[in-house]
C-alpha cells in the first residue's frame, strides 16, 4: 500500500514564506513524476510545480520566481518553498506521487497516481 503525507501548511501574511513537505512510503518500484497541486472551493485542482526523477521542474506561470520545488529520491520526499506569498496562493495544496511497480513500468511510464490527503495555504494579514 502506498501512503503519500503532506505536512507544512499553516497561516501566513502576505509576502511571507512557508514550505511544504511530502513523503511516500509502502512498497514500490519507483517515482516517475512528483509534484504539488492545488484547489480552492469550486474549482479544479491545478498544477504548482512538479519535478522529474532527474531533479528537472516545471512551474505553473503562477508559482514562477516565487516558489522552489525539490525532490530527494533516496528519501521519497519532496518539499515546495513558497516565498512571496499573496492573498491568492491560498488553497489546499496536494501532493501527488506517480509510482511504478517494476523495473519495465518504471522506464515505460507506466505508473499509478497517488495524492495525499491535502494541506491547507492560507496567505491573510
Known amino acids: 500500500q502506498v501512503k503519500v503525507v503532506e505536512s507544512g501548511g499553516g497561516l501566513v501574511q502576505p509576502g511571507g514564506s512557508l514550505t511544504l513537505s511530502c513523503v511516500v512510503s509502502?512498497?514500490?518500484?519507483?517515482?516517475?513524476?512528483m509534484g504539488w497541486f492545488r484547489q480552492t472551493p469550486g474549482n479544479e485542482r491545478e498544477l504548482v510545480a512538479s519535478v522529474n526523477e532527474r531533479g528537472r521542474p516545471k512551474y505553473a506561470d503562477s508559482a514562477k520566481g516565487r516558489f522552489t520545488i525539490a525532490r530527494d529520491n533516496a528519501k521519497n520526499s519532496l518539499s515546495l518553498q513558497m516565498d512571496s506569498l499573496k492573498p491568492e496562493d491560498t488553497a489546499v495544496y496536494y501532493c501527488k506521487a506517480e509510482v511504478s511497480w517494476d523495473y519495465r513500468d518504471h522506464v515505460g511510464n507506466v505508473w499509478s497516481d497517488y495524492w495525499g490527503q491535502g494541506t491547507q495555504v492560507t496567505v491573510s494579514s
Open positions: 509502502g512498497s514500490f518500484f519507483g517515482i516517475v513524476d
